[in-house]
Nanobody
């Protein structure tokens, strides 16, 4: 069982930055691949970024490449999402998710554990 708690969301002007954190409970965090997803009102939840168990492999949705960076600190049981050059279209609730396999997935179904989400609002 893994419990995930996101933090770091908020209101930011377009062009600004935020860093989201996702803290995981338990001693086996390093055995989970992690993903960040987001969901805007009226839209489906979509994949943003994923990172492998060790952190050696990452993958991004096309719409965030070059702007967002996913990383993890297994000693701190935490995964991060650094978001730069934010745009109004980035406004959404952001969720972190964990799956007990080496590599991330780009769809939500393979993830067993989810956080409660953190709101990111980008003002134009």
């Amino acid at each position: 069982q893994v419990q995930l708690v996101e933090s770091g969301g908020g209101l930011v002007q377009a062009g600004g930055s935020l860093r989201l954190s996702c803290a995981a409970s338990g001693r086996t965090f390093s055995r989970y691949a992690m993903g960040w997803f987001r969901q805007a009102p009226g839209l489906e939840r979509e994949f943003v970024a994923g990172i492998s168990m060790s952190g050696s492999s990452t993958y991004y949705a096309d719409f965030v490449k070059g702007r967002f960076t996913i990383s993890r600190d297994n000693a701190k049981n935490t995964v991060y999402l650094q978001m730069n050059s934010l745009e109004p279209d980035d406004t959404a609730v952001y969720y972190c998710a964990a799956r007990s396999i080496s590599y991330y997935a780009t769809t939500s179904a393979p993830y067993q554990y989810w956080g409660q989400g953190t709101q990111v609002t980008v003002a134009s």
